[in-house]
């Protein structure tokens, strides 16, 4: 409910500002600078895309987390659905969006909520257990050690290592 009342005020206020636009220079005029807000606008997404691709292939060929790039590569998508909407408002976002130091801190307050908004879904599952944390670091299962044997029969699960059958 929130967000459908956030929808229509942003839809408001960007008829409000085309009206405005529109009553002080003219419609002609209006509809060339919203023409040219999207041009731009998309000219610049690409370079923007371009260049984040380009980081995403290299991180990955280094063996580094792809994550950085991918939510960089999310937060251009949002900026790209923005540039093809109607107004000035949502022009004026989208190129904010391509500013790089303002979609690092986009992507860290994304990234921040989405990670607050699990931990607070995880907790509220019933029966959720957290996977166990030790000193040395996560709970370790070493499977290496096992013997398959196609001709045993099942055998009750134990402590160990186990045999596959």
């Known amino acids: 409910m929130p967000l459908l009342v956030a929808l229509l005020v942003a839809v408001a206020a960007e008829i409000a500002v085309l009206v405005a636009v529109g009553s002080a ?5 209006t509809l060339a600078l919203l023409i040219l807000a999207s041009v731009a606008g998309s000219w610049l997404l690409r370079r923007q895309g371009a260049r984040t691709l ?24 949002a900026a790209g659905l923005l540039v093809l909407l109607p107004g000035f408002l949502s022009d004026a976002l989208a190129l904010l969006l391509l500013i790089p130091p303002v979609r690092t801190r ?11 908004r699990a931990r607070r879904q995880a907790a ?42």
């Open 124 to 165: 509220a599952w019933p029966g959720f257990a957290a996977p166990r944390q030790h000193a040395s670091g996560p709970e370790v299962v070493d499977v290496t050690d096992f013997t398959v044997r196609p001709d045993a029969p099942p055998s009750t699960p134990r402590t160990g290592p186990a045999e596959l059958t």
């Open 106 to 116: 986009a992507g860290r307050w994304l990234v921040a909520r989405l990670t607050a």
């Open 54 to 77: 380009r980081d995403l292939d290299q991180a990955v060929r280094a063996g580094q987390p792809p994550g950085p790039h991918l939510v960089d590569g999310t937060i251009l998508a």
């Open 25 to 29: 220079v003219g419609l002609l005029p």
